[in-house]
């Protein structure tokens, strides 16, 4: 049973434009949520994360919506660059619990120059 | 070390044979995660440890995985009479205490069993 997944695998975008990566999730206990960033043969970083009584959180270029009604949250990347390149993970926390991270399958995203 | 950091970096072993994998977490963090990713697969949950507490032992796919963290620092996993179903990255996890605090992750190890 998938709780958080990511439909789409691979992401291309043009360097300058905006990169949408989506995310869906079916339990409703799900209280918190993140999005990580994974380089090859690193470990995931964090990058930006948001609870479940916002819609919006913005960090700079990073900016993740999300939309309770619809279990689906997006991570919005303005303007992308080529250093964004990455695999993005979604992972979501019931923060009364032990904590633990369910991940999404990840998207690959790519920057063209 | 400022990070968290894992040992082996990479582990080649034959089907059978039992490894261990290690995790120093950051200093100072209470919480410690053990995730693994399968080839294609995002990061699958195995176990958690919160200071003194009983572990979460509810990802760990069967009895022939394990964990300890000695003295709330050094964590090791330990995979018995490995099968090639076994083969993936192996990834470490720490936080300052349990909950939504972002979780900082080692570079993992990666297993490959022949």
């Known amino acids: 049973d998938q709780q958080v997944k990511q439909n789409s695998p691979s992401l291309s975008v043009q360097e300058g434009r905006i990169s949408i990566l989506n995310c869906d999730y079916t339990?409703?206990?799900?209280?918190?949520f993140l999005w990580y960033k994974k380089y090859p043969a690193e470990g995931p970083t964090f990058l930006i994360s948001?609870?479940?009584?916002?819609d919006k959180n913005e960090d700079g270029r990073f900016t993740v919506f999300l939309n309770k009604s619809a279990k689906h949250l997006s991570l919005h990347i303005v303007p992308s660059q080529p250093g964004d390149s990455a695999v993005y993970f979604c992972?979501?926390?019931?923060?009364?619990?032990?904590?633990?991270?369910?991940f999404g399958q990840g998207t690959t995203l790519q920057v063209k120059p | 070390g400022a990070g968290v950091s894992q040992s082996p970096s990479n582990k080649v072993t034959e089907k059978g044979k039992d490894v261990e994998l290690r995790c120093d977490p950051i200093?100072?963090?209470?919480?410690l995660y053990w995730y693994r990713q399968s080839l294609g697969q995002g990061l699958e949950f195995l176990i958690y440890?919160?200071?003194?507490?009983?572990?979460?032992k509810s990802g760990l796919p069967s009895d022939r995985f394990s964990a300890e963290r000695t003295g709330g620092s050094v964590s090791t996993l330990t995979i018995q009479r490995t099968q090639q179903e076994d083969s993936a990255v192996y990834l470490c996890?720490?936080?300052?205490?349990?909950?939504?605090?972002?979780?900082?992750f080692g570079p993992g190890t990666r297993l490959t069993v022949l």
């Open positions: 339990n409703s206990m799900f209280d918190y």
């Open positions: 440890f919160q200071g003194n507490s009983a572990p979460d």
């Open positions: 996890a720490s936080s300052l205490e349990r909950g939504y605090n972002e979780q900082f």
């Open positions: 200093s100072g963090h209470t919480a």
């Open positions: 948001i609870s479940s009584i916002k």
């Open positions: 992972a979501a926390i019931i923060t009364g619990n032990t904590g633990k991270l369910i």
